[in-house]
């Protein structure tokens, strides 16, 4: 008797995650220079080999067997609140943090004399989230640190505690860490009570932080606390660097009640904070440590949108990869036409995102070096929350998208695909669930006018465009969107709340419809089919009973 056996999932992209990546190669290409882009495509097809193969089997393994451990205390019984990982996850981080994807956005790069940027560390961190965003979640946590200390810490705490966060294998690492959120507050960070209390030069805190990532990894936590004396709501709160431990190697008056049993995500360890006189110190301004932190913020959710991408990535590839391997009823599953149109759909949404996401990149490394306009900077906010939104809900679509080409071994660990939707889940929650970016459309608007600017800037760049049926048929959805802006900035803020959602939703569809449009321009086939495929998806406009672009152009696009 002939037995059938099913495809054995196998590593794709030629064991790869970087080679064969066009989209990704022509985004280096058009905004690095010519030194830099060459720098940075052999680095990234060494990282993206590593991703590919040994970086995704101990990703494997700390998701199943290998997740982090609480050691409470020491052998002596003394208070240690060590986090235990796997020796693997040990090995990713050093490969990781070696390839500067935190380090080189704020130190030179050796080999070119110059200071990296983030078009360059956001192209790792799509890599490494292609086999293990819960990874991505410390790297994202180091990077925010950075930035802080970068941006506003003194010059004693920068040379005391940023070549360590920046360490590139030159010096000790200390990884980062940033703890906002308390039982009581929540997303409401105004309702935060850990209080600061005054010591000589410095501050001690006392209180709990009820959801810290990266807890026993880092070597230092970017931290809001109360001053006392200090105003209610987040004008009172001050931003503080407390190092884990203290200068005698002893645990820095805090402890970690327990880690967190987390649905997906299993790399990053979350826990409960305790401080009970944690040495901490002040991080610029004490008036102004909440918009430090909604700045850090701002930078988290980028790598949000980054670690959803690469989920979208591999959930993709793994999808494409075993329809071509699996023959059902005689024929390659690839050779029938519901399964070339949902490869199709996904393959144009994620060029067209990853295009969109790397455009928002491009603009925040201008934000961040200070040359952006005063438009631009209001754009890039209104970017990252439209972008973050999609991009998160989109991932969760693909991995569902990809267990189900899968069919039953879909939904065994065997394969990779349960993670990616456990993994993915997380992505609508960290650093601010579609509530909370709703907000951020509403504030926008009323304070900033920045439906304005966003309507000029998609009028600019669609006129700029060579008149096609697809250009045309952009300016139609601008027009209509233009009038959907206006209402909404009239509306009252019951009206607006309810709003808000489903107009980002449709901004983000008109933003990367613009970058999609743009691409095709550029750079044609196959960017043509896929600004094709993307708006006839997205838009809805197929004619009922017409085969649909998705899969007339198929061939073209996966």
Not at 5 to 22: C, I, R, T
Not at 226 to 247: C, H, Q, S, Y
Not at 454 to 459: G, Q
């Given at each position: ?43 990234l097809?060494?990282?993206g ?12 393994h700390?998701?199943?067997e ?15 609140s060590?986090v235990?990982?796997?020796e ?15 380090g080189y ?6 080999e ?5 940027n ?8 799509y890599l ?9 979640c410390?790297v994202t ?7 802080l ?6 010059d004693?705490l ?7 966060v920046?360490?590139t294998?030159?010096v000790?690492?200390y990884?980062g860490?940033?703890?906002l959120?308390?039982r ?14 005054k010591?000589g030069e410095?501050y001690?805190?006392?209180?709990e ?15 809001l606390?109360?001053r006392?004396?200090a105003p209610?709501g ?11 431990k ?6 820095n ?6 880690l ?7 790399a ?24 430090y932190?909604?700045?850090a ?14 989920i ?15 023959h059902?009823?005689?024929?390659s ?10 490869l ?13 996401v ?22 890039h ?9 999609e ?8 991995a ?10 879909g939904?065994i660990?065997?394969?990779v ?11 609508t ?10 907000h ?20 600019s760049?669609v006129?700029?465009i060579?008149q096609?049926e697809?250009?045309i ?16 900035a ?7 709340e ?6 980002m ?27 094709e495929?993307?708006v ?9 009973g017409r ?6 152009l ?5």
């Amino acid at each position: 008797m002939k037995v059938l056996k099913e495809p054995v999932a196998k590593s794709l992209y030629a064991d790869n995650f970087f080679a064969g990546d066009e989209t990704l190669l022509k985004i280096l290409k058009q905004h690095l220079p010519a030194e830099f882009y060459e720098y940075a495509v052999g680095h990234l097809t060494q990282y993206g080999q590593k991703c590919a193969n040994e970086i995704d089997l101990r990703a494997k393994h700390t998701d199943r067997e290998g997740q982090p451990v609480l050691n409470r205390y020491d052998k002596y019984g003394e208070e240690v609140s060590e986090v235990w990982v796997n020796e693997g996850y040990e090995k990713t981080a050093v490969e990781s943090y070696g390839t500067g994807m935190v380090g080189y956005v704020h130190k030179e790069i050796p080999e070119l004399g110059a200071t990296g940027n983030y078009v360059y560390s956001y192209a790792l961190g799509y890599l490494v989230s292609q086999t293990d965003p819960g990874f991505y979640c410390p790297v994202t946590l180091t990077m925010a640190t950075a930035y802080l200390l970068d941006h506003y810490a003194s010059d004693e705490l920068k040379k005391r505690f940023l070549p360590h966060v920046c360490a590139t294998g030159d010096v000790e690492l200390y990884e980062g860490a940033t703890f906002l959120t308390e039982r009581q507050g929540g997303s409401d960070v105004g309702a935060n009570v850990v209080k600061a209390v005054k010591d000589g030069e410095d501050y001690r805190l006392y209180g709990e932080k009820y959801f810290a990532s990266n807890a026993g990894r880092c070597g230092v936590a970017m931290v809001l606390a109360r001053r006392e004396g200090a105003p209610e709501g987040t004008k009172g709160l001050t931003l503080f660097a407390v190092p884990w431990k203290g200068e005698d190697g002893k645990l820095n008056g805090l402890r970690i009640r327990r880690l967190k049993d987390k649905l997906g995500v299993r790399a990053v360890p979350s826990g409960e904070v305790e401080f009970d006189g944690a040495k901490a110190y002040v991080v610029g301004d004490e008036t102004r440590g909440f918009y430090y932190m909604m700045e850090a913020l701002n930078l988290s959710r980028i790598c949000n949108a980054v670690a959803s991408i690469g989920i979208m990535k591999r959930a993709y590839h793994e999808a494409k990869q075993y329809a071509s391997a699996r023959h059902a009823f005689g024929n390659s599953l690839l050779k029938y036409p519901m399964v070339k149109q949902t490869l199709s759909k996904l393959q144009a949404k994620l060029q067209v995102e990853v295009a969109a996401v790397f455009d928002l990149i491009a603009l925040y490394d201008k934000v961040t070096s200070g040359t952006a306009s005063d438009a631009e900077v209001l754009l890039h906010r209104l970017y990252i929350a439209i972008l973050k939104k999609e991009t998160a809900e989109t991932a969760i679509h693909f991995a569902h998208e990809s267990i189900e080409m899968h069919g039953g071994n879909g939904y065994i660990e065997d394969f990779v695909t349960p993670r990616l939707l456990r993994d993915a889940q997380v992505l609508t929650v960290w650093e601010g669930t579609a509530n909370i970016l709703a907000h951020e459309l509403i504030r926008l608007v009323n304070k900033f006018s920045i439906h304005q600017l966003f309507i000029e800037e998609m009028r600019s760049r669609v006129s700029a465009i060579k008149q096609t049926e697809l250009v045309i048929f952009a300016e139609e959805k601008l027009h209509e969107i233009t009038g959907e802006l206006q209402v909404y900035a009239s509306s009252d803020r019951m009206t607006q709340e309810l709003e808000a959602k489903p107009l980002m939703k449709k901004l983000a569809y008109l933003y990367e419809t613009v970058v999609a449009l743009e691409w095709a321009e550029k750079y044609g086939s196959p960017y043509t089919e896929i600004a094709e495929v993307y708006v006839e998806t997205t838009w809805n406009t197929a004619t009922f009973g017409r085969t649909p672009k998705a899969v007339l152009l198929a061939d073209e696009i996966i």
